[in-house]
């Protein structure tokens, strides 16, 4: 889980959310699209959006490269975490566990001021305190390496090879 229920899960900071969003390896492509066939309403190369019982859904797809990285695609920007920094963290929704994308990722897709709807950026404006304080000051000083604040198609392709 990732968006704003991961940010809820392991801040404990509510508000309300316009859908459920799901980060899931890309190899599991198939598996997701079959699991929701016949309630998918667009397909894209970096997620499935569906809805299910009047609920959004949206999956997005990671790739885990050969040295332990991982990235995440979208269509302005790459998500681009080094190994050691994208494992899944486990946080609490109403009192049951569940697992969120690791505090960087939630920290990147947050604080990214890519190219996103106003929409998209009203509820990040809302996440950025409650994520701001899963890292400490030397992590947030790395993550501007990774997660820059106008990040643009050029920056991610320079770090998808290693260069930015």
Do not use: C
Request: aromatic share 10%; hydrophobic share 40%; no cysteine.
């Amino acid at each position: 889980m990732h968006g704003g229920w991961g940010v809820e899960a392991l801040t404990g900071v509510s508000r309300p959310h316009g859908d459920i969003d799901l980060l899931v390896p890309v190899a599991e492509r198939p598996k997701a699209t079959e699991i929701f066939a016949g309630n998918i309403i667009k397909k894209s190369k970096h997620k499935i959006k569906v809805r299910y019982k009047d609920v959004k859904v949206e999956v997005s797809f990671f790739e885990r490269r050969p040295d332990g990285s991982l990235t995440i695609d979208m269509p302005f920007y790459m998500i681009f975490v080094p190994k050691g920094y994208n494992d899944e963290q486990i946080g609490k929704l109403g009192g049951v566990e569940v697992a969120t994308a690791s505090r960087f990722i939630l920290y990147g897709e947050v604080m990214l001021k890519g190219q996103k709807t106003t929409v998209t950026q009203a509820s990040n404006v809302e996440d950025a305190s409650p994520v701001a304080t899963l890292l400490n000051d030397e992590e947030k000083q790395w993550a501007k390496k990774y997660f820059p604040e106008n990040i643009t198609l050029w920056k991610a392709l320079l770090h998808r090879f290693g260069l930015g």
